[in-house]
């Protein structure tokens, strides 16, 4: 029983265990790994727009009631919740919205030249319409919010129908202007 | 409509690992609950379990394993998610319970076990992202907040170091917490900027640990809660909200959905001016700028304010606006759905006078709760209050 | 207590053993607009509260609630997830209405079990992961023998590989269940049969179901046995589809001019999940039930419900669930269907929709399934399977293996 203090909680039950613990084998643990997989359908949406990507392109798709074009594409426009209209292709370049500078990997592991990461507005969609992507050709001191990109494809032999299709967005030439 | 009142709530440590299963834990903290309400398993009538991701826990429908623990084996038993927001939002759920009718006192039972997941935590936020545009890229779930602080530091202009003074004086504030995990009375704004770089703009100490742990609070019906305290503490008002799930269509610079449930639950609780009416917070702070910035979507200030609030020392424990007086995440630790153990618990302890060395010194009357959660979009709001 | 809740819309896709055409996103948003076109609210105004009832590992998801709003309807409006099946989140609409807080709330649940490659061995995940993973399969443990904590070593298997571990499938445990039940209360194989033999040939008179089948007792008792003594034949097979519920109080669903079916009364109720010490009479049928008779005022549920629709994932489970709730002594239900009492014309319907074993295992759309075909049969629009006279029809799910957790919604048409 943990001691008894005043206020509520009125005592800290439970058993602290530190790595040296563990790595010193004197706690007991269990392990399992299951199998899990999984295989998406990809749907109506997702299929058109990774098909385009496969051929180049970024696909979009109108909303004619709320006067917008989505990217990512869906069937259906969240907001009025009717079916979206018609297929669009917007340009393969855009703004970054926001961005980090990541020393992560997915597991949490330290990695040494970090990775460029964030989100781009496509251009000829609406206002803050798009999706995340890595950045290159550019350094750490050169990213900001607003600048002007452009995605750089992988070259058609490669491509197999996913949103690294594209490698990344690199700095657009010719400035900083839509 | 029901009036409801908490009559006990219970907390185990909080740790990046702790020895007991996640049965244990709910146990542990549910008999806590049980034993400052002065009442046994067979006064519950129904319970809640809020639990989030299954893969930390290593379980599939991990609500059915945790439930004996839980005190729900034989009883009407379900477990509520919505990512980060469960914290709040099972109590929410326990409101409803009770303020419906169908029960007089519903037990809330919230835990978290992410020790068992291998390699770390981090893996099984995985995915939580979209797996046809977002997973071929190998995310890492900080990658998301430091994408929105820095939206949010660009926008509203803010400085890093403001930002930083919400982990100092959070982990200050855990100081006087049992079950923290993180406290620190020595930590300066200088060590967080200079702690290890994650994915800029979030450093290390910008973020709250993984951790293990349960919390739980007891619900009871306005005809039974005088059997049990003369000075009961109320559940004025729920609300929550959702925003899309297309992040990257959304500006992350405020979050409207905050705003959405705070105003719902407001409106439930008759408060017209949060500003002026609401007298401390418990914002959900798994970062330090998430405090600022649900702060805002709280209406508790304007947008870009909070971090000048915080830098005047109001949202400290003997300030104007108290934040966070129990540690917050970033102090006590984040097993994301027990943190109802820092959001609820703490407001319904502050609200009774129970909170002991953590007591607020103004003497506060009315407390808002919220959590955040799934990508970015959702939000869970409690108002509660004293008499 | 005053307010009646009642169903005001109802809405489902065709149910496929697979549905490569459509993501979860789009199945989702079939099902919802046709509730919503049915029920004549629009989502954006009218609906006040959205509830998905579902598993984060069955859908391949951390946190699946993240992507559900969009296409419920749900941007900006308060949305959550009740991890269970749907017949719990008709529960939690019904207590949300209750309160007064919400007059009208869509409640969805689904499967898309097609994409998960691996259900066993999610299956099997949600067993015991100290007490009984152990013996359903060999254990892997770090070959260091050592940290959890992050090292660049990946974990490596004592014995084989990942890919060649042989694990048990977890529908073991309903053989063991089945073989408990037909011992305790002299129920047989060939009973059992019969209720394949009746689900598969009501499926022909659903069209949203994708099993049906002209087959014999014989046909059944000849299928391989998987889990003695349970069957091939006795296990529903899975499918993909969706269905969503709109409530609503009373006086909102007059003022929208709906007729409504009232949802009187539901229960639910979880036993131990130690499976050794659980003592497999669906104990949390009885609970829920008694629950729900309870809050509906029923006092003799034989007499006073005129169909059902109890779970039927495996064929005992239909058997075993009627005499739970009450419907049959133990014992007695497989005589009631041997003498005709839950056909159509008989004194219990049972199953009507053709159940889980016509339709196919929907997961946590199981309840739903259910509870879809007692409204429709309330509201007269079943067509060929048209019970005459419905008026108080009770709809009852599980959670499926290994939970013993379950839930009981009982409908009335007419004043409740």
Redesign the interface.
């Known amino acids: 029983m943990a001691e008894k203090?005043?206020?509520?909680?009125?005592?800290?039950?439970?058993?602290?265990?530190?790595?040296k613990d563990?790595v010193e084998n004197k706690?007991t643990y269990t392990?399992?790994e299951?199998e899990v997989q999984?295989s998406?359908s990809?749907g109506q949406a997702?299929s058109k727009f990774?098909t385009g990507l496969k051929k180049g392109k970024i696909l979009g798709r109108t909303c004619i009631k709320c006067d917008r074009v989505?990217v990512?594409p869906?069937m259906f426009c969240?907001y009025c919740y009717g079916p979206t209209d018609a297929w669009i292709e917007l340009k393969d370049t855009g703004t970054i919205?926001?961005?980090?500078?990541?020393?992560?990997?997915?597991?949490?592991r330290r990695i040494k030249k970090?990775i460029l990461?964030?989100?781009i507005s496509i251009d000829g969609a609406?206002p803050?319409?798009?999706?995340?992507?890595?950045f290159g050709e550019m350094s750490?001191k050169d990213i900001h919010?607003g600048m002007r990109v452009k995605a750089v494809w992988k070259s058609p032999k490669d491509r197999e129908g996913?949103?690294?299709d594209i490698k990344y967005f690199k700095p657009l030439e010719g400035g900083e202007k839509k | 409509?029901?009036d409801v009142a908490i009559i006990g709530?219970?907390?185990?440590?909080f740790?990046r690992?702790?020895?007991?299963?996640g049965k244990e834990?709910s146990y542990?903290?549910t008999?806590?609950a049980l034993e400052?309400a002065g009442i046994t398993k067979k006064d519950i009538d129904m319970v809640v379990m809020g639990s989030?991701?299954?893969?930390f826990d290593?379980?599939?429908?991990k609500?059915?394993?945790?439930?004996?623990g839980a005190a729900?084996?034989?009883?009407?038993?379900?477990?509520?998610?919505?990512?980060g927001g469960t914290g709040v939002?099972a109590p929410i759920?326990g409101w409803?319970?009770v303020?419906?009718?169908?029960a007089d006192i519903a037990l809330v039972v919230c835990e978290e076990k992410m020790?068992n997941c291998?390699?770390?935590p981090?893996?099984?936020?995985?995915?939580?992202w979209?797996?046809?545009?977002?997973r071929?890229?190998?995310?890492?779930l900080?990658?998301l907040f430091?994408?929105?602080m820095?939206?949010y530091m660009?926008k509203y202009n803010i400085k890093k170091e403001d930002i930083a003074r919400v982990a100092v004086k959070n982990k200050r504030n855990a100081v006087g917490h049992?079950?923290a995990q993180l406290p620190d009375e020595n930590i300066t704004i200088e060590d967080v900027l200079n702690s290890?770089?994650?994915?800029?703009?979030?450093q290390r100490l910008d973020i709250s640990p993984p951790s293990?742990?349960a919390s739980a609070l007891i619900f009871c019906s306005k005809d039974k809660v005088r059997q049990f305290t003369d000075d009961p503490v109320w559940v004025d008002g729920?609300?929550?909200?959702?925003?899309?799930?297309?992040w990257?269509?959304?500006?992350?610079s405020f979050p409207?959905?905050v705003a959405?449930?705070a105003r719902?639950a407001y409106k439930?609780a008759g408060i017209h001016n949060p500003r002026k009416e609401i007298d401390f917070a418990e914002p959900y702070d798994p970062f330090d700028y998430k405090e600022l910035h649900h702060m805002e979507g709280l209406l508790l200030c304007n947008k870009g304010e909070a971090p000048i609030l915080t830098r005047e020392g109001v949202t400290e424990r003997d300030g104007n606006m108290p934040m966070c007086p129990s540690g917050g995440l970033l102090g006590v630790g984040n097993p994301i759905a027990a943190t109802m153990?820092q959001k609820i618990?703490e407001l319904y302890?502050q609200l009774?006078g129970?909170?002991?060395?953590?007591?607020i010194p103004t003497d506060p009357m009315v407390g808002v709760g919220q959590a955040w959660?799934?990508?970015m979009?959702?939000a869970t709001v409690a108002v509660l209050r004293r008499g | 207590?005053s307010r009646k809740v009642c169903v005001i819309g109802i809405g489902h896709t065709d149910f496929n053993s697979i549905t490569p055409d459509v993501e979860w996103k789009e199945l989702m948003y079939e099902a919802c607009q046709k509730a919503y076109v049915d029920a004549g609210v629009d989502p954006r105004k009218d609906v006040d509260s959205?509830i998905t009832c579902a598993?984060?590992?069955?859908e391949?998801?951390?946190?699946f609630?993240?992507?559900?709003?969009?296409q419920i309807g749900?941007?900006?409006?308060?949305?959550?997830?009740?991890?269970?099946d749907g017949l719990?989140g008709l529960?939690?609409a019904?207590?949300?209405?209750?309160?007064?807080?919400m007059d009208v709330v869509s409640i969805e649940s689904h499967s898309k079990i097609s994409d998960l490659l691996t259900m066993g061995d999610?299956?099997l995940?949600?067993f015991?992961?100290?007490f009984e993973r152990p013996v359903m399969g060999p254990v892997e443990r770090p070959r260091y023998g050592g940290s959890?904590?992050?090292?660049k070593e990946a974990?490596k298997p004592l014995v084989g590989s990942t890919k060649e571990k042989q694990r048990v499938h977890p529908y073991f445990l309903a053989g063991m269940e089945m073989q408990n039940y037909l011992r305790t209360t002299d129920t047989t194989e060939e009973e059992c049969a019969e209720v394949v033999v009746k689900n598969k040939m009501n499926a022909f008179f659903n069209p949203m179901a994708d099993y049906e089948a002209k087959i014999s007792v014989d046909n059944v008792m000849g299928s391989e046995y998987l889990f003695t003594p349970l069957k091939k034949l006795d296990i529903s097979p899975n499918v993909d589809g969706a269905i969503t519920f709109v409530l609503a109080d009373e006086k909102t669903a007059r003022d929208l001019g709906v007729d409504p079916i009232y949802l009187s009364g539901f229960?639910?109720?979880?036993?131990?999940?130690?499976l050794s010490t659980r003592e497999m009479f669906a104990?949390y049928a009885s609970?829920?039930s008694q629950?729900a008779y309870k809050m509906a005022g029923i006092t003799s549920p034989k007499k006073q419900i005129d169909i059902v629709e109890v779970d039927d994932r495996f064929s005992y489970k239909e058997l075993q669930h009627l005499e739970a709730i009450g419907m049959a002594r133990p014992g007695e239900a497989g005589q009631m269907l041997m003498e005709g009492e839950l056909a159509r014309d008989g004194a219990l319907p049972t199953n009507m929709s053709g159940g889980s074993l016509g339709i196919g295992n929907c997961f946590e759309a199981t309840g739903m399934q259910k509870a879809l075909e007692i409204i429709t049969q309330l509201r007269g629009h079943a067509a060929k399977r048209q019970v005459p006279d419905a008026e108080v029809g009770l709809a009852q799910a599980w959670?499926g293996i290994?939970?013993?957790?379950g839930a009981v919604t009982i409908f009335e048409r007419g004043g409740a």
């Open positions: 203090i005043e206020g509520s909680p009125g005592y800290a039950p439970g058993t602290r265990v530190s790595t563990i706690i392990w399992w299951p999984y998406w990809l997702m990774l989505l990512p869906r969240e919205e926001t961005y980090s500078i990541s020393y992560l990997d997915s597991d949490a970090p990461i964030g989100v609406s803050q319409h798009g999706f995340m992507h890595y750490e919010i996913a949103i690294t | 409509m029901n709530g219970g907390m185990t440590v740790q690992r702790l020895k007991e299963t834990l542990l903290a008999k806590m400052e989030a991701p299954d893969a290593g379980i599939h429908q609500g059915e394993n945790l439930l004996d729900g084996a034989g009883k009407p038993y379900v477990r509520v998610f919505n990512g939002f759920a409803w319970h303020a419906s009718g169908v020790g291998y390699p770390h981090q893996t099984a936020f995985r995915h939580i979209d797996p046809i545009l977002d071929p890229l190998s995310p890492n900080v990658w430091a994408m929105e820095n939206r660009t049992p079950c290890e770089m994650m994915a800029w703009p979030v293990d742990g729920v609300g929550w909200n959702i925003d899309s799930t297309m990257t269509n959304r500006d992350l409207r959905y959405n449930a719902m439930m153990g618990c302890w009774a129970k909170a002991g060395k953590r007591q959660g799934d990508i979009q959702m | 207590m959205f598993e984060d590992y069955l391949g998801f951390s946190i609630d993240e992507f559900v709003p969009d749900a941007v900006l409006r308060p949305c959550c997830t009740v991890c269970g719990y529960g939690t019904y207590m949300q209405i209750k309160t007064g807080l999610i299956l995940h949600a015991d992961p100290v959890p904590e992050y090292t974990p229960g639910w109720s979880s036993e131990t999940p130690w104990d609970r829920s629950m959670r290994p939970s013993g957790s």
